[in-house]
């Protein structure tokens, strides 16, 4: 497995309101969940967000499901994609795991 790059992320301002989308699942009820970063990896172009349901939001001892996708944000218009191939999981994975040590 290769070493994959620290790509910068970038965190809503927690000052403000959070980032917060709405997310359709396969039923066609609308979810929503509050943004916890975006990064970008230069070398593929491609942009991701990683996100958690805004129920999921617990105390510091439970562990919060998370969730990512691969999005494009074009003439004000944000679309989602799934991450489809396992170097693109490889490199989100990373991402979090880079985000929650930043974290703690």
């Not at 359709?24 to 958690?52: C, H």
């Not at 562990?63 to 991450?83: C, Q, S, T």
């Amino acid at each position: 497995m290769s070493e994959h790059n620290h790509y910068p992320i970038f965190v809503p301002d927690h000052d403000e309101e959070k980032d917060r989308i709405v997310i359709p699942d396969e039923n066609g009820d609308e979810n929503l969940f509050d943004v916890l970063f975006y990064f970008d990896v230069p070398e593929t172009d491609k942009s991701y967000v990683v996100v958690v349901p805004v129920e999921e939001e617990t105390g510091d001892d439970e562990e919060e499901e998370v969730f990512a996708f691969r999005y494009e944000d074009e003439n004000d218009e944000f679309k989602l994609f799934p991450i489809e191939t396992d170097e693109e999981w490889d490199i989100v994975e990373e991402m979090i795991n880079t985000f929650s040590e930043e974290e703690d």
